[in-house]
């Protein structure tokens, strides 16, 4: 708890992002019912568990076409 | 005036050779159908008019000025719809005119007014959607708006109904018809109903070179045949007829079928009034007597045989 | 160079609009905090993962560290990000034919090739910004008064390496086929580039300096003039890329 006491001028907008391409990247999820490959569980499960890399990883080889 | 002319053009994609000396003339303001086979070279024509395939030999104007391949001069005077246009699906229909209207160089004021025009005229005057949402039809009447954007003399499209359904389709020759008088329009397509439709000239694409060209009533009259149906009571009645001696004619085809006989004459040599002439004096009272009109299904299949 | 501009704009749209700029200012902004939090906390994490009993002197950790964090993550997540994103930014028009039309209607291949890597390039550039600003600003803050030498200097030998990168994949997206061939042969050519260090006196001027040796210009071990060769090479070949891009896009039949 010491280091989140003395180190939340950078936990907190590092939390905000990550939580920021998250959001994102499960809205967009749930807007699209196709991906180029992979079901809606499996991209949701990668967006959650792996921090940065998930979303990443689903906008750039698993959003559909186009938006 | 000819608003396109080619000359003995010349193409062929390896040993496939597509096509061998074509000739062909759009008048200005004609709605020209451009028909043929899937593969007869329709495409590739419409792509060296544009510029993106270099022909072998041959000439191409438009609006009297030569067509160089790699130059996009003499697309200024063309507007351009591809079978199946594709767009960037993250923009809006909107969006995507500006695009296009700041590429051609037009100025902001008038790619403004000017888009919201077309998008009236197309149907797409409310729809503020990204593109990727949208069904092919309205791809398709967004294609026709892109293409008019820069007021062409010329407009080309290419197949323009051909991946649509009956509704999409009907949209879409609504469309080209009513811009008739204002723009030339040339469109390819292997389907005849909708030249029949919308056009008032139409040249059929054949071995690479025209098949038949002019305007769809000078053809239809041009190739009109007599071509008759009688209906009898009954078959004997039939039969008895069609072996008259004055059927029996050179260039007279007939054909028995039950108790409906089709008589065709390929040149004048038999009239209706003849044909009722020699019913009545065999004293037969036909159940339907009928004079068909060729349809431009039977010219084609004539002329591509 | 009207078109340019244009063509600029229809780009930066498209990376708004397809989630890349998201996605990279966000993967900058993470890293531009990271560094110096992982540089300040490493000492403390390893003491708590030690055996009991066992003690290990750990040097107290500087600003050093907190850039060494900063040129580690940028030249590998960061450069694979940026790689990744932008893979498809030629290859996808191509294969979709969404240029044909454009093209007809009078854009030059030429501005197109100039503002896709134009508006690659000023992405690239923000990022990079953002991220070695943030280092800089938390650095300052956590490691008060550390010297580190030549840092611009550094920082922007790793920008003109990203550059060359871009200018590799763009070139590569025109030369190979499919949505994923651009970003294969920019692989290959990275390990080229990588394996032509065995060839002494190689090292000096490959471009792969720009991003390897960063460190040793901000701990003082290296000066500027050491990295000119590199650079200079680097900017040519830059220039070449765009050509060869160019040459071959010119030709290609869409």
């Known amino acids: 708890m010491d280091v989140l006491r003395e180190y939340w001028l950078f936990l907190l907008p590092l939390i905000i992002a990550q939580f920021a391409l998250m959001i994102t990247a499960l809205v967009h999820i749930f807007k699209h019912p196709t991906y180029r490959f992979g079901s809606r569980a499996m991209w949701i499960a990668i967006v959650v568990l792996f921090q940065m890399i998930g979303p990443i990883v689903y906008f750039v080889f698993g959003r559909g076409e186009d938006d | ?305 | 160079m009207n078109h340019f501009f244009v063509f600029l704009k229809k780009e930066l749209l498209e990376y708004a609009r397809t989630y890349k700029l998201l996605i990279l200012l966000t993967v900058f902004i993470i890293f531009g905090i990271t560094n110096p939090l992982i540089a300040k906390l490493t000492p403390d994490l390893l003491a708590n993962f030690m055996p009991e009993g066992m003690t290990v002197t750990i040097p107290e950790p500087t600003a050093l560290d907190s850039w060494a964090q900063f040129f580690k993550n940028t030249q590998q997540m960061g450069l694979i990000v940026l790689l990744l994103v932008f893979s498809g930014v030629l290859a996808n028009e191509i294969s979709k034919g969404t240029l044909i039309n454009l093209l007809t209607k009078g854009l030059s291949r030429q501005a197109v090739i100039a503002a896709k890597y134009g508006a690659m390039l000023l992405v690239w550039s923000v990022s990079v910004g953002i991220s070695a600003l943030l280092t800089c600003i938390y650095t300052v803050y956590l490691f008060p008064g550390d010297p580190v030498s030549h840092l611009i200097f550094a920082v922007f030998c790793m920008w003109l390496f990203g550059a060359f990168l871009l200018a590799v994949l763009l070139a590569a997206s025109a030369l190979a086929k499919g949505n994923y061939g651009g970003l294969l042969l920019t692989g290959c050519i990275v390990v080229v580039l990588f394996s032509l260090n065995i060839i002494p006196g190689a090292a000096k001027y490959n471009p792969i300096a720009l991003a390897a040796r960063n460190m040793e210009l901000a701990a003082g071990a290296a000066e500027p003039p050491a990295l000119y060769p590199a650079a200079g090479i680097t900017v040519l070949a830059v220039l070449a890329l765009l050509g060869l891009a160019l040459a071959v896009f010119r030709k290609k039949e869409l």
């Open chain 2, 1 to 305: 005036m000819n608003i396109l002319e080619i000359s003995d053009l010349h193409m062929s994609f390896g040993s496939n050779q597509v096509l061998r000396g074509l000739n062909m003339a759009v008048p200005e303001h004609a709605i020209y159908g451009f028909v043929g086979r899937n593969g007869a070279g329709k495409t590739t024509t419409m792509k060296i008019v544009l510029g993106l395939l270099k022909a072998q030999s041959g000439s191409v104007t438009v609006c009297g000025e030569k067509v160089s391949y790699g130059s996009a001069r003499t697309n200024r005077h063309i507007g351009y719809l591809p079978d199946v246009p594709e767009f960037y699906g993250y923009m809006r229909p909107r969006e995507y005119l500006k695009l296009c209207g700041e590429i051609t160089g037009l100025p902001a004021a008038e790619i403004k007014s000017r888009s919201a025009e077309l998008l009236e005229l197309v149907g797409l005057a409310g729809v503020n959607r990204r593109i990727s949402g949208f069904s092919r039809g309205m791809k398709q009447r967004l294609g026709i708006a892109q293409a008019l954007l820069n007021k062409p003399r010329l407009l080309i499209c290419d197949e323009p109904t051909s991946a649509l359904d009956p509704i999409g389709r009907r949209q879409v020759l609504e469309i080209l018809s009513a811009i008739r008088g204002q723009t030339t329009v040339v469109f390819s397509t292997h389907i005849l109903s909708d030249v029949e439709r919308i056009c008032d000239h139409i040249a059929v694409l054949e071995q690479g070179r025209l098949a038949l060209a002019g305007t769809l009533s000078e053809i239809q009259k041009q190739h009109r045949r007599n071509s008759f149906r009688i209906r009898f009571a009954a078959e004997e009645e039939g039969r008895a007829f069609s072996q008259l001696a004055e059927l029996d004619r050179p260039g007279i085809e007939l054909e028995l079928e039950g108790r409906e006989l089709q008589i065709v004459s390929g040149d004048d040599s038999i009239g209706g009034q003849e044909l009722i002439d020699l019913l009545s004096a065999q004293q037969i009272a036909p159940e339907k007597f009928e004079a068909m009109e060729p349809t431009l299904e039977d010219l084609f299949t004539e002329v591509v045989k």
